[in-house]
């Protein structure tokens, strides 16, 4: 079925460790997006990219890397995961922004604990 | 500096109950305000899509209106299927890339 997935949906690692998760849309959607997803905070951009090889900073990167080699893979790693990075991380793709404004379509979210 | 507000944070309502939800926003020339639905456990997902002021969207029992300053969601006659998260974001003219998201508002419908 089209659609976005992600993956792992649930991922408990150590403090240090480094994690991926996984991302990969089927809409040969050109935009993608990685949020994360508080209490109190609401959806925070983390990272997105405009297209393969192209990736810019959201409002919170520190401490996250992304790449994009392929238009349907959008890979988020945590170099060296710390226990404020535990969270609910949601990957989300979208057609190019135009003169109106462009829904996003979400995953279904990994939720990443760090011991 | 782009800015969503919902209120309130939590709403409870019997069944039956019609209400509204409010998303205030400020924003440097709004390309989109947008409504999404988030079930525990789920990713959000798309309602509506509003553009300009004075425009409103119906699904359901569900309708939302816009204004230069804020947007409400109205729910009439709410089932406890209607329980959920309902996330607002706004889509600016200088981050035309990114949607800006309010905290929600966790709505609980009750037989």
């Known amino acids: 079925d089209a659609g976005i997935t992600q993956s792992p949906r649930y991922k408990i690692t150590e403090t240090g460790r480094q994690v991926t998760l996984m991302c990969h849309q089927t809409w040969s959607h050109s935009y993608m997006f990685w949020y994360r997803q508080d209490l109190g905070h609401g959806l925070r951009l983390i990272y997105y990219s405009a297209a393969a090889d192209i990736t810019d900073k959201g409002e919170v990167p520190d401490g996250y890397v992304v790449s994009r080699s392929k238009t349907e893979n959008f890979p988020l790693t945590l170099e060296s995961a710390t226990r404020s990075q535990t969270s609910v991380y949601f990957c989300?793709?979208?057609?190019?922004?135009?003169?109106?404004?462009?829904?996003?379509?979400f995953g279904p979210g990994t939720r990443l604990t760090v011991l | 500096e782009d800015q969503v507000t919902q209120s309130p944070e939590a709403l409870r309502l019997q069944e039956g109950e019609s209400s509204s939800l409010n998303c205030s926003y400020t924003?440097?020339?709004?390309?989109?305000l947008f409504w999404y639905r988030q079930d525990p456990g789920k990713g959000p997902e798309f309602l509506f899509t509003l553009y300009s002021a004075g425009e409103e969207k119906e699904k359901e029992r569900l309708k939302a209106t816009l204004t230069k300053k804020e947007s409400f969601l109205h729910i009439t006659a709410p089932k406890p299927e209607d329980s959920a998260t309902y996330l607002c974001a706004v889509q600016g003219r200088e981050d035309t890339d990114k949607l800006i998201f309010g905290t929600g508002t966790r709505l609980q419908v009750f037989p």
């Open positions: 924003v440097s020339g709004l390309r989109g």
């Open positions: 989300a793709s979208s057609a190019p922004p135009s003169g109106r404004g462009k829904k996003q379509f």
